[in-house]
């Protein structure tokens, strides 16, 4: 029997279309000093470590008349050269640059008769530096059956671990007719997946959607207005921030909470600021709705490979509030009640979990947004703490690490943030058309967080205490 695709990731192909393409990205910056690092060191690379995430070698085969749902089968055409590719940014190579090259490619859907997967090698960055952009599809990272390649590709030391090169054969792929058989077969066996996979077809006929639609159910919540949510081009823009931890650590000492709080408060901040440049009251608008995978776990649930589960926590920015201090024990309490159910991960024991790395983990947070939608919520925001220490490809120090997190319908703007060796990375990912001042945001976080470590800064000196227990720094 074929591995059939889930409901769940039925509904997501359903759900992608030329303004909404649903794959997952991310911008690693490298610096490849003596090491050699290039475009055939990443193909020898990937051809090494690929065999770790053997769906990477397989596409989407399609039922006849769709009497069940798609299966993964392996790709007898499989060319590693086609999914990694080479490009160059022009003098000087800046940082500019390389964002308007990041928001062309990942404007562009994946071609579903192939693995559904993209990598591109860029040279030319200032100071001899290189950077990869990945791109894989939402259905094809689950955190349980996949993780993301990027996960498998980085070594906490230099030098390399000795992989064994695998002598892959695709499988024969199956006919027309053995599908046939084996829809008629599971539909005999479970006779319930049959009537969701028959609901689900009419659906898609009626709506003239290529493929089974999203699964019928109450309808979507009011979402709170706000320019964020508009109808999307096929076009994105992408914007790039660093900032440094330890200013995020600083706040948290002075003013309580959490790393994770502080985060959400500068993006309050800088989402404040930055609609008052457009000339926008926010009287009328006191909050934005954000939906923010948060890790939990779980014994009753499938463990992933990340021995934890992803589960969404909808949570009002409180964007109307003047004071930035205010703003952040608003978010801080927002986050109280998932941080008492006593699920709540930690931030270092979800960094140190061993393989962990931050594109999985993003990968799964765009996921419970989308299963989330019909809630009604204004972005996505997804927040992962990754080591902190350098990781490195074939030798080649990563020294930067952006997510670009995908769109979801009606939804211009989504934001991921990755802390990593010292710094916490903003990916910002927004509708070219519909926010075309987006990099003005980009200005507004940095200023958010300056006005935040102000703010602790001038804090009056507290009295002497007693020796406090270590507090998590939970991300």
């Not at 596409?59 to 089968?73: G, K, S, Y």
């Not at 562009?108 to 990945?134: N, Q």
Request: with cysteine.
């Amino acid at each position: 029997m074929s591995d059939r695709l889930r409901r769940r990731d039925v509904a997501l192909l359903a759900a992608e279309s030329p303004t909404t393409p649903m794959h997952n990205a991310t911008v690693e910056i490298f610096d490849p000093g003596t090491s050699g690092f290039d475009h055939d060191a990443l193909v020898a690379l990937i051809a090494d470590r690929i065999a770790f995430v053997p769906r990477y070698r397989q596409r989407l085969q399609f039922v006849p008349a769709r009497l069940a749902n798609p299966v993964w089968v392996d790709d007898p055409d499989f060319d590693l050269a086609f999914h990694v590719r080479r490009s160059a940014l022009p003098r000087p190579g800046s940082m500019d640059q390389l964002r308007d090259l990041v928001g062309r490619i990942v404007s562009r859907p994946l071609d579903r008769h192939r693995p559904l997967w993209e990598v591109y090698f860029i040279e030319g960055l200032r100071d001899g530096r290189v950077a990869l952009l990945s791109k894989s599809h939402e259905i094809l990272v689950d955190g349980v059956e996949t993780v993301d390649l990027g996960q498998v590709l980085l070594d906490v030391s230099p030098l390399p671990k000795e992989v064994l090169h695998d002598d892959w054969r695709p499988r024969r792929l199956p006919s027309a007719t053995s599908l046939m058989v084996d829809a008629v077969r599971e539909s005999i066996d479970e006779p319930l997946t049959a009537v969701r996979t028959a609901r689900s077809n009419v659906d898609s006929a009626l709506r003239g959607l290529p493929l089974p639609s999203l699964p019928l159910g109450p309808a979507r919540r009011p979402v709170p207005e706000s320019p964020l949510n508009r109808e999307l081009s096929e076009q994105r823009r992408f914007v790039a921030v660093r900032t440094d931890l330890e200013d995020y650590r600083k706040i948290r000492t002075e003013h309580g909470g959490t790393v994770n709080d502080v985060i959400l408060a500068t993006i309050t901040g800088a989402l404040r600021a930055w609609l008052m440049t457009r000339g926008r009251s926010i009287g009328g608008h006191r909050s934005l709705r954000a939906m923010v995978p948060m890790s939990v776990f779980d014994d009753e649930l499938e463990a992933t490979s990340l021995g934890s589960q992803i589960t969404g926590h909808l949570v009002d920015l409180p964007i109307g509030e003047v004071s930035p201090v205010v703003r952040l024990h608003q978010v801080s309490y927002a986050f109280k009640a998932h941080a008492e159910t006593g699920r709540a991960v930690a931030a270092n024991r979800l960094a140190g979990v061993s393989g962990f790395a931050p594109t999985t983990f993003h990968a799964l947070g765009a996921r419970v947004a989308f299963t989330q939608f019909r809630k009604g919520f204004n972005l996505s925001i997804t927040n992962v703490p990754g080591p902190q220490f350098p990781l490195y490809a074939a030798g080649a120090e990563m020294v930067e690490t952006y997510p670009v997190q995908p769109l979801l319908p009606g939804q211009a703007l989504a934001i991921g943030v990755t802390s990593y060796d010292g710094s916490v990375f903003y990916g910002i990912t927004a509708d070219r058309d519909a926010l075309p001042d987006i990099e003005v945001f980009g200005h507004c976080l940095t200023e958010a967080l300056e006005e935040l470590v102000e703010s602790a800064s001038s804090s009056r000196p507290r009295a002497p205490r007693g020796r406090k227990k270590p507090r998590k720094d939970d991300t």
